[in-house]
């Protein structure tokens, strides 16, 4: 079974601060890679997500997030953050493939951002 | 209207009662599922089904029982509630093309059992 690995629990930074969230994920085939961002008392959100092709991503927000397939990483990015950022990331992984059912979940990384 | 709908939001039970969480979607989505997130642990999974006839257990599906009574719904049950299933519940869709494994989630619903 695959599994996902985030780095840090809390990272705090403050505003225009640049972010890097790492992810790992443990599986040696295809896979399926997605960023969800939880706002304070909200649902999760997709953020981003990478099938295949580029492997950097362009998501919303100004995030973006690089797939390197040799260090089994997918490390989420934004250049500059905003208060309106502060949430909790989760990092998520499945199987690519016709009889992919399941999302396996990092347990995340909650971002503080100071004004 | 939220496409993926949960009720209760909030909840507050005793030890021992049953209880049920309702999730409804207008996606048109074949899969649902219903995860707990629970602080410093992620989101973890307790069932999904792919269909109306399609049950599966999930990694953490002792003392929860599910009911897809419709393609569109999918609700969540403890028998007999005891204090640390205290949680968030999120119900969540997919569709099955491409097999992306891609989710949408509910508000969720919070449960606390005293």
Known sequence: AQSVSQHNHHVILSEAA?????CNYSYGGTVNLFWY???PGQHLQLLLKYFSGDPLVK???????EFIKSKFSFNLRKPSVQWSDTAEYFCAVSISGAGSYQLTFGKGTKLSVIP | D???TQTPRNR???TGKRIMLE???TKGHDRMYWYRQDPGLGLRLIYYSFDVKDINKGEISDGYSVSRQAQAKFSLSLESAIPNQTALYFCATSGSQGGTGELFFGEGSRLTVL
């Open chain 1, 18 to 22: 640049s972010l890097e969230l790492g």
């Open chain 1, 37 to 39: 961002v939880q706002y």
């Open chain 1, 59 to 65: 998501g919303i927000k100004g995030f973006e997030a």
């Open chain 2, 2 to 4: 939220a496409d993926v």
């Open chain 2, 12 to 14: 507050i039970t005793k």
């Open chain 2, 23 to 25: 999730c409804s979607q």
